[in-house]
């Protein structure tokens, strides 16, 4: 069965610290990889999202993600991080078809002003 | 913008209660999802419905039923509320393999 590592729990920054989170997956075929946010008291929603071509994908509030297939990996990316990108994030999954995602654990960022 | 919509968002039910949670999307999506939401345990799907009365389970099942008699509408149940049923519940829905869009979601508590 497929699986989703994200590797930090938890963790804490101050304001303009540059993150970088990582995910693994273990499936070695066709992925499709999403990042979700959720804001304290607020629903997930999707950051960024990689279906096909450049592995280096943007998405919202400046935040980015590396593909790198030979690394099973997908690890997302802020070069300067806000007290506002404060929330948990998720890493996500659709391999071999299917349409049902696999989540990772969550990472939780709280960030110091 | 595919808006999903839970019918509730804090629920109190007492111990054999049965409860319904009610989901409804917008967007003519074909799949969707309950799931719940456990600090440290991340999501955990418990059931997923690609078509109108078509059901598969999920990681976590148990103490749980779902219907789906219309495109738009997801419904789970809780047939008798358990104490450890007492979770964050979220409802998403998608367009094939595309991102899901997720619902507010219900905290229901167990009494």
């Known amino acids: 069965a497929q699986s989703v590592s994200q590797h930090n729990h938890h963790v804490i920054l101050s304001e303009a610290a540059s993150l970088e989170l990582g995910c693994n997956y273990s499936?070695?075929?066709?992925?499709?990889l999403f990042w979700y946010v959720q804001y304290p008291g607020q629903h997930l929603q999707l950051l960024l999202k990689?279906?096909?071509?450049?592995?280096l994908v943007k998405g919202i509030k400046g935040f980015e993600a590396e593909f790198i297939k030979s690394k099973f990996s997908f690890n997302l990316r802020k070069p300067s991080v806000q007290w506002s990108d404060t929330a948990e994030y998720f890493c996500?999954?659709?391999?071999?078809?299917?349409?049902?995602?696999?989540f990772g654990r969550g990472t939780s960022l709280i960030v110091h002003p | 913008d595919v808006k999903v919509t839970q019918s509730s968002r804090y629920l109190v039910k007492r111990t054999g209660e049965k409860v319904f949670l009610e989901c409804v999307q917008d967007?003519?999506?074909?799949?969707m999802f309950w799931y719940r939401q456990d600090p440290g345990l991340g999501l955990r799907l418990i059931y997923f419905?690609?078509?109108?009365?078509?059901?598969e389970k999920g990681d976590i099942p148990e103490g749980y039923s779902v219907s789906r008699e219309k495109k738009e509408r997801f419904s789970l149940i809780l047939e008798s509320a358990s104490t450890n049923q007492t979770s964050m519940y979220l409802c998403?829905?998608?367009?094939?393999?595309?991102?899901?869009?997720f619902g507010s979601g219900t905290r229901l508590t167990v009494v």
């Open positions: 998403a829905s998608s367009l094939l393999q595309g991102y899901d869009t």
């Open positions: 499936y070695g075929g066709t992925v499709n």
């Open positions: 990689y279906f096909s071509g450049d592995p």
């Open positions: 996500a999954v659709k391999s071999g078809g299917s349409y049902i995602p696999t």
């Open positions: 967007m003519d999506h074909e799949n």
């Open positions: 419905s690609y078509d109108v009365k078509m059901k």
